[in-house]
């Protein structure tokens, strides 16, 4: 379900459901906020990694599992996985990676706007699919992607949900850069340990001033999403279905 493994001050979170190419259902939702969780409170970890198992990074929310909550067949409080992990990262005032090892869709590709350095395999491709479904953006991906991106390569991941590449990644400023599939965890693992080596203190402390000026802008982007998804829920339900992120 998800690997944790330490190496010298840094922890690889691995999401390991590669037969449903790490798709996160609530067992998973509850592992990396677990997690994280406890590596923000450990002070023998200095940063995060986190990657995927196999050839993808995640697709994203399972869709299976959602279309259960969407039925109301879902079991109580399944819903919350989600906002759980969210929460975890932005609280996380360590330095938090991402080593994208494949394909990333939906929160693969959201959540990565939560993190301070992102690595991406040569193969690796992006899709935030919400216009298709019909449902708004998440993760304050809504705040987030305009701010990372610019207005006009923000609109064509949101409103086209078109696939990126992992150079378009780059030159959009979405990831710092490229990688060879078979050395993209190592190298980001390399960037974590040079990050870990200088004082926690004082890392943490340019991470707060980094995220100061941001932090209630993503918080109420994420409260607009949820309201959102909501109103949209709601209207489909009443309309007898739709589509679900």
């Known amino acids: 379900m998800l690997d944790v493994h330490d190496d010298a001050g840094v922890r690889v979170l691995t999401f390991d459901r590669p037969d449903a190419r790490n798709a996160f259902d609530f067992a998973l939702y509850v592992a990396t906020t677990e997690a994280v969780e406890a590596a923000g409170t450990d002070e023998s970890v200095r940063a995060v990694v986190l990657t995927g198992r196999g050839s993808a990074f995640t697709a994203g929310q399972d869709l299976n599992e959602m279309a259960e909550i969407a039925a109301g067949t879902a079991p109580a409080g399944i819903a919350g996985g989600f906002q759980g992990l969210l929460a975890a990262v932005g609280r996380f005032d360590k330095p938090l990676l991402a080593a994208v090892n494949g394909p990333a869709i939906g929160l693969g590709f959201t959540i990565l ?133």
Not at 167 to 190: H, I, K, N, S
Not at 239 to 245: N, P
Request: include cysteine; aromatic fraction near 6%; glycine fraction near 6%.
């Open 113 to 245: 706007g939560h993190c301070d350095l992102v690595l991406v395999a040569e193969s690796a491709r992006f899709r935030a699919p919400f216009a298709e479904m019909g449902v708004p953006p998440e993760a304050s991906s809504s705040y987030l992607f305009p701010q990372l991106l610019g207005w006009q390569q923000a609109a064509r991941v949101l409103l086209a949900s078109e696939w990126v590449t992992a150079e378009e990644a780059v030159a959009m400023g979405l990831a710092l850069r490229v990688c060879p599939d078979d050395r993209v965890v190592d190298d980001t693992v390399v960037l974590a340990k040079r990050v870990a080596t200088f004082p926690p203190d004082g890392v943490r402390e340019i991470k707060r001033l980094m995220r100061a000026g941001r932090a209630e802008a993503v918080a109420q982007a994420a409260v607009r999403e949820e309201q959102s998804f909501a109103r949209l829920f709601a209207t489909m339900a009443a309309k007898g279905g739709g589509s679900v992120h």
